[in-house]
């Protein structure tokens, strides 16, 4: 059977909720559930009246320590699943960005990188993050395939982002974090949408919500699907959801088969 899994950064979930999310994943009716950006605690998560009106989902929830803040939600269905809140260290985990599910022949990772843009400091606690993280990849990989979700908070290349000239150098567009990208698939790991679709255009997942920038398509491609490179001919579907709003994100899809 193949595996069906969305990821969206939901900026807000409670306002999500009462708009495209329950929508969303009625329609698609997917076995793996992951949403960042949530600003909620798991009891503010679980309260939700959404959740009586879909599949029965299991959910594992990193909130950050500053509420309505941050935070990742994943949803499960139809087993039960080993998770892990967290990184193990911190100064991340205060900000409640990563949770990682074990289903015994592969893990999850549902992730929410640092925004580097509000000034110096956050710039370089965004890199600290970067640094950490990418070898946390490293070891959880070793010990059985990983795919990673989530916002990055960085276009790759500039296929990904929509004025690539004078967007050169802001943070989610920097030449130090395009690099880090290079490092993720250079120890092993492939984003999924790319590898079937290398040279297709104008498809981005983040647009600002000024300035008519999604109805114009100014946008970034800034959320991923990658895959441990072993496991990338399992990929049958990578696709970004662009007409679901709800968010200044949209969803992601992914479908993996022989799992």
């Known amino acids: 059977m193949p595996l069906k899994i969305v990821s969206w950064n939901v900026n807000g979930i409670r306002a999500c909720a009462r708009q495209e999310l ?28 959404i959740w009586q009106n ?5 959910l594992a929830c990193h909130s950050a320590v500053r509420p309505g803040y941050s935070g990742v939600l994943t949803l499960i269905k139809h087993q039960s699943v080993r998770c892990r809140i967290g990184c193990g260290e911190p100064r991340f985990d ?31 606690f965004k890199m600290q993050f970067l640094i950490y993280i990418l070898e946390f990849f490293s070891a959880l990989d070793k010990e059985k395939p990983l795919l990673m979700t989530g916002d990055f908070n960085i276009a790759h290349k500039p296929i990904d982002i929509h004025d690539p000239i ?3 150098g802001m943070s989610g567009f920097m030449p130090v974090e395009r690099e880090w990208m290079d490092l993720l698939i250079a120890r092993g790991f492939v984003d999924t949408f790319r590898y079937l679709n290398p ?14 920038a999604r109805r114009r398509n100014k946008g970034w491609r800034i959320d991923y699907f ?28 992914l479908t993996l088969t022989n799992v």
């Open 166 to 168: 004078r967007l050169n």
């Open 226 to 253: 990658f895959i441990s490179e072993r496991w990338k001919g399992k990929v049958l579907r990578s696709v970004m959801y662009r007409d679901v709003k709800g968010s200044d994100h949209c969803p992601l899809g």
């Open 22 to 49: 329950e929508q969303f994943l009625r329609a698609e009716d997917p076995d793996i559930v992951c949403l960042q950006e949530i600003k909620a605690t798991y009891e503010q998560c679980r309260g939700l009246e």
């Open 94 to 124: 205060a900000e409640g960005r990563v949770v990682v599910s074990d289903f015994g022949t592969f893990c999850l990772a549902n992730l929410y990188f640092p925004n580097g843009g509000s000034g110096p400091l956050r710039h370089d």
């Open 54 to 58: 879909l599949p029965k989902y299991d």
């Open 199 to 212: 040279s297709l255009r104008d498809q981005y997942s983040w647009w600002s919500y000024r300035q008519g």
